[in-house]
């Protein structure tokens, strides 16, 4: 098999193809019309597959895309996995890679008008699994507040789509490395998310998440936090939650599919005492895998 | 020569090299990550080039992406004239095509952080001129209204980036091909624009069009009018317009660098006479030309 290798931890398939590259007539490219999503990958198990995939096909459907079958989605992952752990025989039962999957609506000519029957495209994308510091785990995160507001979109608000240039300027506000992500707000000062995962906010037993019907994009992981905080006698609540209030949480913590959750230790000169909400999280959302 | 040919009426060059694609880790296709223009060439000369180059090194410099120098541009532009020209040797004389030039910020690894060393990707685009209805220049053209507001983004307002995806989801609101455009307020029921053209109107002696710096996009058209508008005795203003006050103008254009302008004939039920500032403005855009 000779897929796509740019660097040695690099995989690509678009549309089951191995070497294959992306038309400059895809409209993913013209108009970043399309969805993604990222996920991990252990020991040879897409992890929290169903979650990923129901949030796909919603993303789709809200852009009018027809999302391929799973069954196709999982055989790309699974071939990706194959080369991977070709690639790295030893780590073969430890094995953790990225997936990020592309769905576009397809080519068509110049011109933002749908074509009548558009073939969308797939482009699965398998990259090592970050290195994460071991502090972030144990000791939590410092985050920054990015200047940049998130415009509200209510047709877009939710969906991981493919156009992310607020997410691309957010992130270029920092280049301290010990920030783990930076935390967006609207043009009201309400709290959304941060740039590459979501955030809850711990007032004694309410679990509170930011709103997301203006933007934001709704992950996989918050979704499961939401479903979850019931086991630790937390009532979820989903609100507007403007930055003076979050300061005021007892625990801030953020969330994605590859790291799990973190507790944020600091945010805009406040910090937070070591508390232990994130690694509770994190036990849960590994220990709730098998069901999926 | 064997410049990409995807059919008989599209070339493509990236990076100066045809028959090229575009990696899915570029950043244009990741995340929207970069900007275009799309100008017409007319009898083998790139109309108003110094306008349209202006605009994009402009756009570039918005997102901190270093754009190709003009001579690069040109000489692709020129590559896939002669390409088109020997496509249909009839036509040479009379040859129209459009070229759409993408710039993007270049490739990088997953994630939103810039790549510390962006290379740009440069891709340039040749397609047939559109088929315009001979009545949109002597009627004038019907306009759909569209429900999708425009959403505040003060960082990104008058770039032509990448991030279409209100613009692709205003266009599928309409299949009405007597439709010629479509009409873009903000969550404030303000004009802003067209999803492919920008919108005049004329008051009395005053002619205005829509301010851009909450969203929409700043086309050269656009700008080369606000600088002619004082030839036909007419007093350029940049302005909030509500739709309400719109629909009182006296005349409405809207304009674009294909088509030039056309007058608009109707609009959400209401019809205005035949009147010539249309006319007048594509004359005055085609005889200013030669500057350029």
Redesign the interface.
Known sequence: MTISQ?NKS?H?L?NGQPDA?????????????GVFR?LAVVQGQPEHWLDHYQKLVSDCHA??IVCPSADILLSDIDKLIKVSSKEKPALKEKLEI?V?M?ITRGES??????PALAQPNR?V?A?DFPSYPEANFVEGVKLHLCS?QL???P??AGIK????????????EWHDSNMADGVLMD?FDHVIEC??SNIFARFGSELHTPDLSNCGVAGVTRQRILALSETLCLQAKVSHIPLARLMQADELIICNSLFGAWQVRELNQQRWPRLALASQLRALLKSAHAQH
Not at 109 to 114: D, K, Q, T
Not at 161 to 172: D, K
């Open positions: 740019i690099r690509v678009i590259l992306i038309s400059p007539f895809d409209r993913g490219f013209a108009y970043g019309d990222t852009l009018g990225v990020k592309v000519e110049r011109g933002y008008a749908m482009i994308i990259t940049i415009s509200h979109q047709v877009l789509h493919l156009n992310r240039l607020e997410n691309v300027i957010a992130r270029a043009a740039t590459s």
